[in-house]
């Protein structure tokens, strides 16, 4: 079932929590609302949910126009953070909760509890009260209980913040797996990048209120639509280097730096003087030898990651990041030489901090 947001808009006493949101989810995806704290993405969800009223603007489920439709009657299953778990039930009766309020079949609610149940491998816990598990378990069990409901859309209000890491990882594998066996469109929310590159089909990136950029995962990182996109995904995020275009000479110049830059980039930039280079750390290559070409710079600090080392840099007055093997060493204020993927660069308009050479969609 697909779900439509159409010039919606909310407002708490003066301050416009979100902005003339229009978002089409599309029916079986899933997509991803992210953005920091206070962007308007848990008020989205919860105004789909009918935990709160739009202030304008039209919500549809399919076909039908909800707005006014109370929360009981929109055929969703929300999974919040606190999992919401009955303490004084079993795992089982948790479980089927929402088969018993609508009045299903003893033999029925049986069958489909074992079900999910097996399907989340918990089985062995629904003799269990939530005292009694993990918190990894009691995730698992809010979603059985969801997911018994055969709802029209799911809703997912940042169902792993509360698991460490390691169950956070293993958890979204999880989540990914299921949603692609129901089948069953879901919107997740939550302000953690990762979450949202590995699981979702589309990402709403939301700021302020306003939905900033809505794509798959991919083209949001390599294509942004502006420059707070581009640093929010990302660990670290993008590079960003201000300047000027000299479109005699070819080039990007600044205090601290001067590239010279391919046709198609001279292209789309035409028309701007003023503009923000953007490259991302791994975009950079870092040597600690003198290479034709490359520039200089000075290491501010080096950070060994496992499986690869950030090298922090001082470029003249700039400071960037740049992604290296494990195996790279250098000391601090040590000088290295580095060369940058011009090709892969992005431009952003220093005033608006709007993408320039975006690729349209």
Same mark, same amino acid.
């Given at each position: 079932?697909?779900?439509?947001?159409?010039? %919606? /808009?909310?407002? =708490?006493? &003066?301050?416009?929590?979100?902005?003339?949101?229009?978002?089409?989810?599309?029916? &079986?995806?899933? !997509? +991803?609302?992210?953005?920091?704290?206070?962007?308007?993405?848990?008020?989205?969800?919860?105004?789909?949910?009918?935990?709160?009223?739009?202030?304008?603007?039209?919500?549809?489920?399919?076909?039908?126009?909800?707005?006014?439709?109370?929360?009981?009657?929109?055929?969703?299953?929300? %999974?919040?953070?606190?999992?919401?778990?009955?303490?004084?039930?079993?795992?089982?009766?948790?479980?089927?909760?929402?088969?018993?309020?609508?009045?299903?079949?003893?033999?029925? $609610?049986?069958?489909?509890?074992?079900?999910?149940?097996?399907?989340?491998?918990? &089985?062995?816990?629904?003799?269990?009260?939530?005292?009694?598990?993990? &918190?990894?378990?009691?995730?698992?069990?809010?979603?059985?209980?969801? $997911? $018994?409901?055969?709802? /029209?859309?799911?809703?997912?209000?940042?169902?792993?913040?509360?698991?460490?890491?390691?169950?956070?990882?293993?958890? *979204?594998? @999880?989540?990914?797996?299921?949603?692609?066996?129901?089948?069953?469109?879901?919107?997740?929310?939550?302000?953690?990048?990762?979450?949202?590159?590995?699981?979702?089909? *589309?990402?709403?990136?939301?700021?302020?209120?306003?939905?900033?950029?809505?794509?798959?995962?991919?083209?949001?990182?390599?294509?942004?639509?502006?420059?707070?996109?581009?640093?929010? !995904?990302?660990?670290?995020?993008?590079? =960003?280097?201000?300047?000027?275009?000299?479109?005699?000479?070819?080039?990007?110049?600044?205090?601290?730096?001067?590239? *010279?830059?391919?046709?198609?980039?001279?292209?789309?930039?035409?028309?701007?003087?003023?503009?923000?280079?953007?490259?991302?750390?791994?975009?950079?290559?870092?040597?600690?030898?003198?290479?034709?070409?490359?520039?200089?710079?000075?290491?501010?600090?080096?950070?060994?990651?496992?499986?690869?080392?950030? !090298?922090?840099?001082?470029?003249?007055?700039?400071?960037?990041?740049?992604?290296?093997?494990?195996?790279?060493?250098? @000391?601090?204020?040590?000088?290295?030489?580095?060369?940058?993927?011009?090709?892969?660069?992005?431009?952003?308009?220093?005033?608006?901090?709007?993408? $320039?050479? *975006? +690729?349209?969609?």
């Amino acid at each position: 079932m697909d779900v439509r947001y159409d010039k %919606v /808009r909310k407002l =708490f006493g &003066g301050s416009t929590v979100v902005d003339q949101l229009d978002l089409l989810v599309e029916d &079986g995806e899933l !997509v +991803v609302l992210l953005g920091p704290s206070g962007c308007g993405k848990t008020t989205t969800l919860r105004m789909l949910a009918g935990l709160e009223d739009a202030t304008s603007g039209d919500i549809f489920i399919g076909s039908e126009r909800v707005n006014d439709v109370p929360t009981r009657y929109r055929d969703i299953a929300m %999974v919040f953070q606190n999992y919401a778990l009955y303490p004084h039930m079993t795992i089982a009766q948790n479980i089927a909760y929402p088969l018993r309020v609508r009045k299903i079949a003893r033999n029925e $609610i049986d069958q489909r509890v074992s079900r999910v149940a097996e399907m989340l491998e918990i &089985g062995r816990l629904l003799g269990r009260r939530p005292r009694e598990l993990s &918190g990894g378990e009691r995730q698992r069990v809010a979603l059985a209980r969801a $997911i $018994i409901r055969e709802p /029209r859309v799911y809703l997912m209000d940042e169902p792993l913040s509360n698991l460490d890491a390691k169950l956070r990882v293993q958890m *979204r594998g @999880e989540l990914k797996r299921l949603q692609h066996e129901l089948g069953t469109t879901t919107i997740y929310v939550t302000h953690d990048q990762a979450e949202a590159m590995t699981l979702a089909n *589309r990402v709403a990136i939301m700021r302020n209120g306003k939905l900033q950029q809505f794509d798959t995962p991919m083209k949001i990182y390599n294509h942004p639509a502006n420059r707070f996109v581009a640093e929010f !995904v990302g660990s670290p995020g993008m590079n =960003f280097i201000d300047g000027r275009l000299d479109a005699a000479a070819r080039r990007f110049s600044s205090d601290a730096l001067s590239i *010279r830059l391919e046709d198609s980039q001279l292209a789309n930039l035409n028309g701007h003087e003023r503009v923000t280079f953007g490259i991302r750390p791994e975009h950079i290559n870092v040597a600690t030898t003198e290479r034709e070409g490359g520039l200089p710079a000075n290491v501010y600090v080096t950070e060994l990651m496992g499986n690869e080392t950030f !090298v922090f840099l001082r470029l003249g007055s700039e400071r960037i990041i740049a992604r290296a093997p494990a195996d790279f060493r250098a @000391e601090i204020e040590s000088q290295v030489w580095i060369e940058i993927d011009v090709q892969k660069a992005r431009f952003f308009d220093s005033d608006t901090g709007e993408a $320039i050479n *975006r +690729v349209r969609t």
